[in-house]
C-alpha cells in the first residue's frame, strides 16, 4: 500500500466525520454537516482509486494528485465566493 495524497486527505475526512458523530450538539447540524465530509471523503477514495489505475509511478501520482487536491480547493473558494 502507497501513501498518496488523497490517502491522506480522505483518512483526515473521515476523521472528522467520526470526531462530529461523536460530539453530536443538540441541533443536530453537526450530524448534518458530517454528511457533506462523508461524501468528500468517498470521492477523493474513488478519485485516488482511479489515479493509480492510470498513472504507474509513485512520484507522478504525488504530483498530479497534489494539482488535483489544490484545483478542488481553489474551486471550493470560488463557490463560495459567488
Given amino acids: 500500500m502507497r501513501l498518496t495524497p488523497l490517502n491522506i486527505v480522505s483518512a483526515l ?3 472528522s466525520v ?3 458523530q461523536l460530539n453530536a450538539d443538540a441541533s443536530g447540524w453537526r450530524l ?3 454528511v457533506p ?9 474513488i478519485s485516488d482509486l482511479l489515479f493509480r489505475r492510470f498513472l504507474v509511478k509513485l ?3 504525488w504530483i498530479i494528485e ?7 480547493l481553489l ?6 465566493k459567488i
Fill in 18 to 20: 467520526a470526531y462530529l
Fill in 32 to 34: 448534518l454537516g458530517s
Fill in 59 to 61: 512520484k507522478r501520482i
Fill in 66 to 72: 497534489g494539482v488535483f487536491i489544490i484545483f478542488v
Fill in 13 to 15: 475526512l473521515l476523521t
Fill in 75 to 80: 474551486l471550493i473558494i470560488i463557490i463560495q
Fill in 37 to 45: 465530509l462523508l461524501i468528500l471523503a468517498v470521492l477523493s477514495f
